[in-house]
């Protein structure tokens, strides 16, 4: 053993005969004075071990017993892995005094408070088959509504406490990471988030959270570039996978997000909204599972970002969510509130779609702004019952929803597809399976509400049809074609598609 290791390992209290010390740059949370009693505050030991592997060159910090660490904010640096073995947890304290604030610019769900962080570090990994566990409901309201049981009710929004722990792992300007195996479980707000990293890897990774926490965003990129999302399975109330760009962040370019199971209560697979201020690009969407969101796939442009060539293919889905409105796929373009030049969304191609739904797909594009060059081809979806938008878009108070002073009738219209001012719109190969006379029994929510208000809707069903559907309804759509020769209206006296001031083709 060289002399400079022999002082490492006499440094940290490690050179024994022990086999598992054996290897230069490992070291055992339990062996270094961490114990996993979920009482006893580790964060201390914890940093100063991976503190000691950045200044060794780098190696890995092993959670290597059954039980609970817990633990205040941890910094990884450059080199250093954290596994957590199976059976072992990394658990959040539940005071926030225990968290080392950042002082990069925040907002209500992107807080200084974080469980893990990594700043402008390379090479850094968070792996095994264990558990972070974000002890979240710390971080909730006491007043939340709750039954006689005390369990939250549902469907209800949980509030959170002004101070939260989100995100929970916190990746800013980093390089070269990876992210592995691990389940990532009661997030105070979002879950993961990766701030302008490069060269990312998250895969096989599992983030379960109650479908009503507060803005727990399971998977969140902010710029950035060469990110790969695979294989993993996310259970979450707010976003699933979202690609966001700020005013201090890079755009967003080459993103991949294949082999995931997702289900939400907001959007399985989204891009942009009001963090939408840079570009996104070259994105690709593939072979993931849906369920029981309130969208399956969302676009959203309000802040002057462009969105182009982005592929999205091989998507089950369905919108069995306890909310109105639901829609299968959304495309939204809106000018900024100042004087910044307004977004697109362009070049976008979506195929393979399949999705069970009782709303429609929604095209919008606010007077200045520009959508062209859609294509949705081999689109097929079943209605489980066909929603009538309209008793519910007064007031509405989603930020994702458009606006009337924008798109006063399409807002409102039906048709499988709804959209209005577009560009180059292509549809091939749509087939719909009509509501049938009775409602499927798991699609009958006693109660609905709002996404992103607070009223609650309850419904009768007493009509699977609320609504007659054409397959399109279309106004101010210029170029493009609609090839759907097997696709009808919901009704034999509904026009199969109504096109409004439009010069779209219907091939025959």
Known sequence: MWKWEIAFFSAIGLLSCNPKTESLKILYATEIGAVADGRTLNTNILQKAIDQLAAF???????????????????????????IQAGATLLGSPSIEDYTPLTQGHNADRQPYHLIVAQ???????????????????????????????NFVEPRWIMPKDKKVSPLIELVRCKNVFIENITVKTGGGWNIHLHDCQRVKITGVRIDNSLFSPNSDGIDITGGNDITISDCYIRTCDDGICLKTLTESQPCRR????NCIIQTSCVALKLGCNESFKDISDIAFSNCVI??????????????????????NNIVANTNAPFVLNRPIQIMAEKPKDNRLPGSVRNIQISNFQCKTQGRILLTAQEG?????????????????????IPYIEGIKSNQ???????????????????ENIRNLVVENILITWAKDTIPADWKHPERIENGGKRIFRLSYESSREADYPVIWAKNVHGGYIRAFLAKASASHVTPFVLKNSTLSVLK
């Open 57 to 83: 060159g780098g190696g890995k910090l092993i959670l290597d017993a059954p039980g609970q660490f817990l633990s205040g904010t941890l910094f990884l640096k450059n080199n250093v892995a954290l596994q």
């Open 120 to 150: 402008e570090a390379e090479n850094i990994s968070i792996i095994g088959e264990g558990i972070i566990d974000g002890n979240g409901k710390h971080f909730w309201r006491e007043d939340n509504e709750k039954d006689a049981q005390g």
């Open 291 to 312: 369920d029981k969101s309130s969208r399956a796939i969302g676009l959203y442009t309000k802040e002057g970002g462009n969105y182009e060539n982005i592929s999205i």
């Open 255 to 258: 993103v991949t997000v294949t």
């Open 369 to 389: 702004t520009l959508i062209e060059n859609i294509s949705f081809r081999d689109i097929m979806l079943e209605y489980a019952y066909q929603e009538n938008p």
């Open 401 to 419: 929803y458009p606006k009337a002073e924008h798109n006063l009738e399409a807002r409102g219209a039906t048709g499988a597809i709804v959209a």
